[in-house]
């Protein structure tokens, strides 16, 4: 977890700007605790086709580490610039790519999604078929969609 403020990191993310790009970033940049495992993203509000320039901004995720933190801002600054020349773009996009290289950002994030459950069902039919869901099933009322027969729970695990 990162142990920066609100104003250190909007701080950050301007003087990341200003040495990696040349030139400054000045909207918003803000945690957003909702993130889970991506880094961070730029957001590009749009009214109809048309994005609203000054209400972009940057949501960080608080889970990175502070060793992490600048990697994740180089890497959404870069998404940031290349809108600024190109537009909107993907990831796989070979300026983007080159840019990402240019300035040593990370090309993913080094948090890693965890699921919370899984649960393992088995129909009782005569071929078995195995199920696995990461939301419990009601199996009073779910059947098995190949055959139709009966579900059974086989085993869960939950992650913490």
Known sequence: ???????????????LSLTYFKMPFQHQVRFNSRLRSTGGRVVFPRRGSRILEAEIYMEVNPKLSNEQLPGIIKHELAHYMIYLQKGLHH??????????????????????????????????????????RSRKVDIRRMRCGIDGSRLMLVSEYHAK
Do not use: W
């Open 91 to 132: 990831e796989n996009d070979r300026d983007f790519q080159r840019l990402l290289v240019k300035v040593a950002a990370p090309k993913y994030s080094p948090l890693v999604s965890v699921h919370k459950s899984a649960y393992l069902y088995r129909c009782q039919g005569t071929q078995h078929h195995e199920f696995k």
């Open 1 to 15: 977890m990162t142990e920066i403020n609100q104003i250190d990191l909007q701080a950050l993310a301007e003087r």
